[in-house]
Each structure stands twice: as structure tokens, then as C-alpha cells.
């Protein structure tokens, strides 16, 4: 029989949500003489939690949903519960930024230098700064936290500044609901994102570097400040002779600190608002010294370029779109997740191929968090590269990707985009501020059946403008989601502002709550469980609609499922 | 009595200024009107910009949360999979709404952004420890689990 060489179990946040942290007790109490770690992310969140075993002539063999009373089986290497990737996934995934994300320790320096970590740093040492800059320009990367910019250009602005401090920042302030690669990758391969960092600074000059990371994210803060010690015991953060100090920030919750000049003032321990620009960052950032910024995933594509050649690295995606990419995969889909794919597969072959969607369900999917499109199923033969999405009125983002089944309202999803930028938009600027807020107060009016046809005139109108009228991302990007909608689906918003209707039943203020008394057993569950009182009777139970409000307690508590939401008046 | 001693450790550059906030937090779990005075004082900023950086962010709390603080994920896949009734529910049995705490001190409630988990939607999270694939019953259990301890 085969030997167990170490035993990993998945312990990045969606392990512990799943509960990893007992398994992993379980299997240290248990045995004795293997090695047990944790480890991070492999993506198969779906599958939570993960354990990998690795055997001394069988390789790796994974196991999903695992119990703590699963730990038997797996010491005996049972064939029950053993976790295959799933074929469409394992066709299509192209691993190169993520390679190491759950088959490394993340907090063991050795672990990462002994597969390949830091030969692009070391690398870089021995090049001069422009050529590194230049081989960054080569390798085609652009911008991973959704802009799309050129990450050499970026370099070599830096580059060319004569200064007497010199600023990176990377830019971990993820804060796109649905988005969660740059968590993995942090908490995951911590090194892999320092690296990065180090290299830029081989290749600018920078004096000091800053993590700006959201204190929603404490995995990832304390693996990188573990990383972080090991690059300073390991003097790797001494860059041509001059020794580099790492320090991370903790965000304190406001999305408009994703933009680059609202994180500057965030970082300077001010309100994070955006200022104009010019004066772009690289001329006057951080206290006016030259300051370039990173998202996480550009970073972590740095280390692959250097090591293995930007010719090397240029030879995955698109003409115009370099590289791979990280989704993170959820919503109405089989196997939600964290993939990475070369840039230019099709959505389809994401939504579909990759998150095992039904095609039949699916109506949409939302790329790019608040600031992104919907793009209609009709339209998933798009290839997925930042021009491409682009055209079609979403944007790449920074990776998100929620796949909005059949049975959703898109009136409701829109007002719920805007719900989130117009409390998130700083003030600043009159439009983003206040036509945001109209704009909100619009889609409620239209989900609560009190819109009329010429509040779709309305929105449009103020969509446009509000894209013109503000000055950074948040607010050029907020009207997206309403005006993608309103061209894609516009006859749900017809629907509702003339019927005053929701097919969807996900309006609340438009649907009722009836009992199917054929199927009623009168166990009367519902009525315990109703928190507004609003189900009463002895033999007949009834819903009284103006009492109800429509919170789905009793549908879910129904042990026949004979409650549901009808349209209202039905 | 808070003391406020501690910022002491911290550099005095008004860079620092969301840090000692953070810190404060750390400590007392919100802050307070005497720690906003506190550390008005020691970094020579006004008081209203102070209050001005506290209120920016979602983070800084400035009433004192419950033992045990309810985050209720309503992110993008959280929120189509039904995080506005998972919050309708803990409200149902709590008696509290987001940024309330209960009469006992025992439980607060807010609603985040987004925690992460966005896989095993829709999720909530008790004092950091997160929770997932939700429904009715779950969310019953969960509050009474914690209320036993």
C-alpha cells in the first residue's frame, strides 16, 4: 500500500468558512508521525474543505467536503470522497499566476524559494533597471485591478523620476462585492506578491514600499507580515545595496480607496478622496513624492515574467490582453470558485465550460463588481480580454464574475448596484453625489411598481451624465449596471413600470405570499416561524399580505413546500 | 474608564491618524466621544476632522457593539442568493436593526460589503468567524448557539 508523505488541508478563508480549522485539529490529534499543514487555496470552493493527501507513489489524491469524521477513510486512502477536478474546468484552466496557491505552505519561506521563488527577483538583480522595465513593457501586462493599463509605462514613469523617496504601493483594497482574488493570493503565496513588489523596485529605484490592504482581510494581513519578516531575516528586501522597508496599511472600509489618488490621501490618514489629476501619482503621490501603484494580481504576475522571460509570458492570451487571468467565479452556477484562464477564452466557456452553468438557467452575467455591465447570455461567445468587454458597456474589472440565473430580477439587481455606490461615492463631485442617489431613488420607485415609462428616460439621462460629470472610477463607472440593463433587458423594466409587475417574484413590494392548501399538512410550522404574526387559522391557514413582509421564512421552513410567491393579486 | 495612554506608541505623524483609530477600536470595540478628544489632542488635529475621517469609513463604529458582532454579508453573489432576508431574520429574532446593538449587550448587527466567501453564499460572520450557505434553520441555530454561551 502507498505511504502518506504529508497531509494539507485547505485553511484560507473559504476552508475555515467550511469548517477546515476542525479538520485540520482532527487530523493533527489523530497522527503522529506525518506532517499535517495548512495550505492555501486551490479555487475549488465548491468543494470545501479540501484535503490533499500526497503519497509516496500515487502522487496527490484530494478529498472533498471533508469531515472530521472523514479522517479515517482518508488515513486508509478510501476510494469515498475523493475530489476529481471537474473535466470542463481542468480543459480549459490554464494555472501559471496561481501554481503555487494551495501546493506551497504560505507562510514557509523554503517552501517558496525551493519551487522556483525569487529566481525572477534574483534575475532582475543581475539585469539593469531599464531592462527590466523594458522586459515588463515586452511581456504586454496591463493593469490587473481593472483599468487595463500598461504596467511597463506605469514602471518607467516611475523609473525616470530623480527623487529623493521613491513610492510603490500595492493596491490591496479589494472592495468589489463578489471579488476575492486578490485574498487568495495573498493569503495563499504572500512571497510571490512581495516579490513582485521587490522586483518593481529593482527596476524603478524605490525607496519604500506600501501594502494597502482592506482590515476586512486578516488572513492575508498576517500571512504577509509573517512574509514580510522572512524577506527581511532573508535580507531580500535589500535592492542594489539599499535596504527597503515593507509596510502594510490597513484600509478602513470605503471602495473609493481602490482609486489611486483616494488611497493616497487614505494612506496620509485623511478622508479618501480622489483629487484631480494631473498631477498624476507618479509625479506627485504619497506626501508629493513619486508614487506608482499595483493592484495585487499585476504584482503576482511579475515573478513569472522575470523567471521564466517576457517572450514566454507573452505567448498565453489575446493580441492585446497578455497573460492569464483570475476570476472569481459565484452565483447561479455548479462550481463556483477561483479559476485562472488565459485571456480571450469566452464567457461561455467560463460561465459554462468552467463553472458548470446550465445554460438553460442562466439569463446574465455581472463582470466587474459595481462598476461592470451586465452582459446578456446571447452575447457569451465574447471573447473575455479588456477590449473586448469593454465594447460591450461592462469592463474586466478586477475579476469578479456573478452569474445571474433565469429566476432573477434585473430591476432589482440594478437598484441593488446602485444601493452600494451611491453610500459609497465619497461627495466630492455633485453628480457622482447626487445623481447617484437619484438614480437609486429611481430603480426603488420602479421595483416598488410605483415607475412610470419616463423614469426609464430619466436614468438614462442621469446615467450619462453622472458617467461625465465625476472624476474618478467610482463615479464615471457607477450608471453601468443601470444603463447594461436597460439595454439588454429592457422589457423587465417595461414590465414592471407598466404592469407593475415582477415575472422574477423578487420585488418584494410586488408579489404576494400564498399557501397551496392542497399540499398544506397544517403542521402550522409557519406560523411559529413568522416573525410579523401574518399566518393565522385553524384548519385553513392564510397569509395576510399586508402583515407579511416578505422575508421567506415560512417558504423555507415548509416541510412540503407548499408556500411560495405569486405575482401579486394572484 | 478608557486610557488612552497607549497612543503613546504611535508616531506622532498625522499619516498615522486612522491607525490610532484602528488601534483605539481594537481595544475598546468602537470609539468613544473621549477617545476622539484623545486623539485630537495628541496628534494636534481638530476634533471635527477627526470625526470627519470616522465617519468615512464603514469600519469605525462610535456606539460600543455588541459581545458578539453580527456581520451580515450582503456582496453581489450574497445578496442574489438572499442576504436581504438572512438580515430580515437575525432583525425577526434579535429585535435589533444594522448598526444597532441589543438591550443586554450581547449581540450587534451590521451589514458589510463583502466578506469574501462569495462561493459559499450567502455567508455572515460572528466576531470574524464566518458562516456559510445559510438558510432559515441555520441562521436560527447559529444565534442560538451563541446566545448559550
Not at chain 1, 430 to 446: A, D, N
Request: hydrophobic content about 40%; some cysteine; overall charge neutral.
Amino acid at each position: 500500500m502507498s505511504k502518506i508523505v504529508k497531509i494539507r488541508v485547505g485553511t484560507a478563508s473559504c476552508g475555515i468558512a467550511a469548517n477546515a480549522g476542525a479538520v485540520l485539529e482532527a487530523f493533527q490529534n489523530t497522527v503522529k508521525d506525518i506532517p499535517v499543514e495548512g495550505t492555501g487555496c486551490i479555487g475549488h470552493c465548491y468543494a470545501e474543505p479540501l484535503v490533499e493527501v500526497l503519497t509516496d507513489d500515487q502522487g496527490s489524491i484530494y478529498y472533498s467536503h471533508v469531515k472530521p469524521a472523514d479522517v479515517e477513510n482518508i488515513l486508509a486512502l478510501g476510494e469515498t470522497g475523493r475530489f476529481v477536478i471537474p473535466e470542463g474546468r481542468r480543459k480549459l484552466e490554464l494555472v501559471k499566476v496561481l501554481a503555487l496557491a494551495g501546493h506551497v505552505d504560505p507562510v514557509s519561506y523554503e517552501d517558496y524559494v525551493a519551487n522556483g521563488g525569487y529566481k525572477g527577483l534574483e534575475r532582475a538583480l543581475s539585469m539593469a533597471p531599464g531592462d527590466v522595465v523594458q522586459e515588463v513593457l515586452d511581456s504586454g501586462l496591463r493593469g490587473r485591478g481593472g483599468g487595463g493599463f500598461p504596467t511597463g509605462r506605469k514602471w518607467s514613469f516611475l523609473a525616470a523620476k530623480q527623487a529623493e523617496e521613491k513610492i510603490i504601493i500595492c493596491n490591496a483594497d479589494e472592495g468589489d462585492p463578489g471579488a476575492f482574488m486578490d485574498r487568495s493570493l495573498m493569503e495563499s503565496v504572500p512571497h510571490q506578491v512581495l516579490e513582485g513588489m521587490l522586483i518593481a523596485a529593482a527596476a524603478t529605484g524605490a525607496t519604500r514600499l506600501f501594502i494597502y490592504c482592506r482590515a476586512e482581510y486578516p488572513l492575508a494581513i498576517k500571512h504577509l507580515n509573517i512574509a514580510i519578516k522572512q524577506v527581511y531575516e532573508q535580507k531580500r528586501n535589500v535592492i542594489r545595496g539599499r535596504e527597503l522597508e515593507i509596510v502594510i496599511k490597513e484600509g478602513a472600509g470605503a471602495f473609493v480607496c481602490g482609486e489611486e489618488t483616494a488611497l493616497i490621501a487614505s494612506l496620509e490618514g485623511r478622508r479618501g478622496q480622489p483629487r484631480f489629476r494631473p498631477p498624476f501619482p507618479t509625479d506627485s503621490g504619497w506626501k508629493k513624492y513619486p508614487t506608482m501603484i499595483n493592484n495585487v494580481e499585476t504584482f503576482g504576475n511579475v515573478p513569472l515574467i522575470l523567471r521564466d522571460g517576457a517572450a514566454e509570458y507573452a505567448k498565453v492570451g489575446s493580441e492585446g490582453s497578455k497573460g492569464t487571468k483570475l476570476f472569481a467565479l459565484a452565483g447561479d452556477l455548479k462550481y463556483p470558485g477561483l479559476v485562472e484562464v488565459p485571456m480571450g477564452v469566452t464567457l461561455a466557456e467560463i460561465v459554462f465550460g468552467i463553472g458548470g452553468a446550465d445554460p438553460n438557467e442562466v439569463k446574465a452575467v455581472q463582470t466587474g463588481g459595481p462598476s461592470g455591465g451586465c452582459i446578456p447570455v446571447e452575447l457569451f461567445n465574447t471573447p473575455v480580454d479588456y477590449d473586448s468587454l469593454r465594447s460591450l458597456g461592462a469592463i474586466m474589472g478586477s475579476g469578479g464574475m456573478i452569474v445571474i440565473g433565469k429566476h432573477r430580477c434585473m430591476v432589482e439587481t440594478a437598484r441593488y448596484f446602485l444601493d452600494f455606490t451611491h453610500r459609497e461615492s465619497c461627495g466630492k463631485c455633485t453628480f457622482c453625489r447626487v445623481g447617484t442617489t437619484r438614480m437609486y431613488e429611481t430603480l426603488c420607485r420602479i421595483t416598488e411598481g410605483k415607475g412610470q415609462e419616463s423614469d426609464l428616460d430619466l436614468l438614462e439621462d442621469l446615467g450619462k451624465k453622472v458617467r461625465a460629470g465625476s472624476l474618478c472610477g467610482l463615479g464615471q463607472t457607477a450608471p453601468n449596471p443601470v444603463l447594461a440593463t436597460l439595454r439588454y433587458f429592457r422589457n423587465e423594466y417595461l414590465e414592471h413600470v407598466r404592469e407593475h409587475s415582477c415575472t422574477a417574484l423578487a420585488c418584494p413590494a410586488l408579489v404576494d405570499v400564498k399557501i397551496d392548501l392542497s399540499k398544506c399538512i397544517h403542521c402550522k410550522l409557519c406560523v411559529k416561524t413568522c416573525p410579523a404574526e401574518a399566518i393565522a387559522g385553524e384548519d385553513v391557514l392564510a397569509v395576510d399580505n399586508s402583515k407579511c413582509v416578505r422575508c421567506n421564512s415560512c417558504i423555507e421552513v415548509c416541510p412540503k413546500k407548499a408556500i411560495s410567491r405569486v405575482k401579486r393579486g394572484e | 474608564m478608557e486610557n488612552f495612554g497607549f497612543l503613546e506608541k504611535i508616531d506622532k505623524d498625522p499619516g498615522n491618524l486612522i491607525k490610532a483609530l484602528q488601534a483605539v477600536q481594537g481595544l475598546y470595540g468602537f470609539v468613544s466621544d473621549d477617545a476622539v478628544r484623545a486623539v485630537s489632542d495628541y496628534f494636534q488635529i481638530p476634533a471635527a476632522e477627526v470625526e470627519g475621517v470616522l465617519t468615512f469609513y464603514a469600519q469605525f463604529k462610535r456606539v460600543k457593539p455588541g459581545r458578539f458582532k453580527i456581520a451580515v454579508c450582503d456582496g453581489t453573489a450574497c445578496h442574489i442568493k438572499g442576504a436581504p432576508q438572512i438580515r430580515q431574520w437575525i432583525s425577526a429574532e434579535l429585535g435589533i436593526g444594522p448598526g444597532e446593538t441589543d438591550k443586554d449587550g450581547l449581540f450587534s448587527l451590521e451589514v458589510v460589503a463583502c466578506l469574501g466567501c462569495c462561493s459559499l453564499a450567502p455567508v455572515m460572520s460572528i466576531n470574524g468567524r464566518v458562516y456559510g450557505k445559510l438558510d432559515r434553520k441555520g441562521v436560527s441555530r447559529i444565534l442560538k448557539e451563541y446566545a448559550a454561551k
